[in-house]
């Protein structure tokens, strides 16, 4: 047969068919592998969703149990409900006293405590007038002497942050006359 | 396929033919029947379920959370001394009373002014507005006659009765008689409150007394009660029962 012929051309043609032939085998291959494997997949699958719904299935049940816990809890605290009373009232109670009691000022009463305390023998008060934060005391004492024993006693005493003398008289009995401010 | 329609389909003018692709179609029915099978059950079940896990752990870590709550909560009210806190609860309640202790301070004062000789010229009741910290206020205003200690005497006992009373304002004004003796006005607040009305919800906190809470109830244990909350009649004196036997 000449080389030149059409038969020839088409022989030529069909050599591609190895090739071909080739990669069909390996796409066999793959089809089948892809085709066994699918099922096990699927199995595999299965089995984890059966798994999935057995831990979801546990949790539920500990979920329940836990709030049945929860509920008898509930019932052994209500039964307790006049011991909490108590405790609630106690604590109510002292925490409104604190804060009646926790000031932080100094009581007007104490102040007046302190320089009643300070004076000396023959002094009388003559006028108090105590509030939160604000002390003015005036007081008649019998001679120089004691003007300078209550001052001293006034200047030692450590309890006073600030004293102002507002005034200081003597009166025509002789009874000299002291008004402070005093905080 | 066999090769051969391999062969005579690529020799087809146009490439693929329809047989060719429904026999493709055909062999990869499997795997995506697989694939479709997959995605159907997670989108219907698999899904649902990891989000329904997760939920429920949530759900158990805060119920774990709660019932341990529970569980202090009922072990320190199971261990309490119910005794001890049925008296520290009447010692509160006294030293700040559930209803208006004005009366009751009001007595106390006089009561403890008879005692140190310094006599009561006047007194009045200020109702005060308002409440401060959630305890209500009401303003008690003596005026009192005395020598300057007695009535020294008296407002050092007042600090130390019951219902808790606060000086707000002294002032005295001496006799100029140089016996000591004064006139003092003083002005007392005394204070209530409404008792707890409800208690907190069963999984909330326990709040038990601490030390500032226990040196309180000391220091108001200490406190004096001496007035009585009511008023006791007279004996009936110079006055026949009709009813009594003859």
Redesign the interface.
């Known amino acids: 047969m000449p080389l030149n012929s059409p038969t020839h051309s088409r022989t030529s043609g069909?050599n591609l068919?190895g090739s071909?032939?080739h990669e069909?085998a390996r796409f066999r291959k793959v089809?089948a592998i892809?085709?066994r494997t699918?099922?096990v997949?699927?199995g595999v699958?299965?089995v984890v969703?059966v798994g999935?719904?057995g831990?979801?299935f546990f949790?539920?049940r500990?979920?329940g149990s836990?709030?049945k816990?929860?509920e008898s809890?509930?019932g052994?605290?209500?039964t307790?409900?006049?011991?909490?009373?108590?405790?609630?009232?106690?604590?109510?109670?002292?925490?409104?006293?604190?804060?009646?009691?926790g000031t932080t000022q100094t009581?007007?009463?104490r102040v007046?405590?302190q320089v009643?305390g300070i004076l000396p023998l023959g002094a009388?008060?003559?006028?108090?007038?105590?509030?939160?934060g604000k002390f003015s005391i005036s007081v008649?004492l019998p001679n120089s002497g004691s003007v300078v024993e209550f001052f001293k006693s006034l200047s030692a005493s450590s309890q006073f942050s600030n004293i102002e003398m507002d005034g200081l008289s003597l009166s025509n009995q002789g009874f000299y006359t002291v008004s402070l401010n005093i905080r | 396929m066999p090769i051969s329609n391999i062969v005579r389909d690529q020799k087809r003018p146009g490439g693929v033919s329809a047989g060719a692709i429904a026999y493709d179609w055909r062999r990869f029915i499997v795997p995506v029947g697989v694939f479709l099978v997959i995605t159907l059950l997670s989108a219907t079940f698999g899904f649902g379920l990891v989000k329904n896990i997760l939920s429920t752990v949530e759900r158990i870590d805060q119920l774990k959370v709660e019932n341990s709550g529970l569980q202090e909560k009922r072990d320190k009210l199971s261990g309490a001394d119910r005794n001890l806190l049925s008296r520290q609860a009447q010692v509160a309640v006294l030293a700040v009373p559930n209803q208006n202790s004005s009366l009751v301070s009001l007595s106390a004062i006089r009561n403890e002014a008879f005692t140190k000789n310094v006599q009561v010229v006047g007194l009045k009741v200020v109702e005060k507005e308002g409440a401060q910290k959630g305890v209500r206020e009401t303003g008690l205003e003596f005026e009192l006659e005395g020598k300057l200690f007695d009535v020294m005497a008296l407002i050092e006992a007042t600090n130390k009765t019951a219902p808790i009373v606060k000086i707000s304002k002294v002032r005295m004004l001496g006799s100029g008689t140089g016996d000591g003796s004064v006139s003092a006005d003083l002005s007392f607040q005394t204070f209530w409150a409404e008792a707890p009305k409800n208690l907190p919800a069963a999984t909330a906190p326990l709040e038990t007394l601490g030390a500032k809470d226990q040196q309180l109830l000391l220091e108001i244990e200490k406190l004096r009660f001496t007035a009585s909350r009511q008023v006791i009649p007279a004996t009936p004196a110079g006055r026949v029962n009709p009813f009594a036997e003859q």
Not at chain 1, 80 to 101: F, G, H, M, Y
Not at chain 1, 126 to 132: H, K, P, T, W
């Open positions: 069909i068919a071909l032939s069909f089809e892809i085709k699918s099922f997949v699927l699958y299965l969703l999935v719904a831990i979801n949790f539920l500990q979920e836990l709030r816990a929860g809890l509930r052994q605290i209500n307790l409900s006049p011991v909490e009373i108590l405790l609630q009232t106690v604590k109510n109670r002292t925490s409104l006293a604190a804060n009646i009691l009581p007007p009463e007046l405590a009643v009388t008060i003559a006028e108090v007038d105590a509030q939160e008649s």
